[in-house]
Nanobody, 118 residues
């Protein structure tokens, strides 16, 4: 069973940066065909897409993070990243890594908390 292990969350002040990592327990070949994404969720609200990167490297972002967050992937390391800059209190959430081997399959990580507060 594929597992996604996230790391990099924490407590930061507004304006600071964090980088989240998500490593998959699959072969490099399999990882390379996954679409990878980051979602976030705050209590009482639905989980929302933050950013996505396809196997071909195409990316898309939520409007609220455009220009501040960057999603990337390193297929050799079987890892997806979310570089978050200029963090705001509204970015506070549990962040979840998601892998889509196909359009109908979805695998989730355990989540990592990001808190932005002064």
């Amino acid at each position: 069973q594929v597992q996604l292990v996230e790391s990099g969350g924490g407590l930061v002040q507004p304006g600071e940066s964090l980088r989240l990592s998500c490593t998959a327990s699959v072969s490099r070949m399999l990882f390379s065909i996954y679409t990878m994404a980051w979602y976030r969720q705050v209590p009482g609200k639905q989980r929302e897409l933050v950013a996505k990167v396809t196997s071909g490297g195409s990316t898309n972002y939520a409007d609220s993070v455009k220009g501040r967050f960057t999603i990337s992937r390193d297929n050799r390391k079987k890892t997806a990243y979310l570089q978050m800059s200029s963090l705001e209190p509204d970015d506070t959430a549990a962040y979840y890594c998601n892998a889509m081997p196909t359009s109908t399959q979805s695998i989730w990580g355990q989540g990592t908390q990001v808190t932005v507060s002064s």
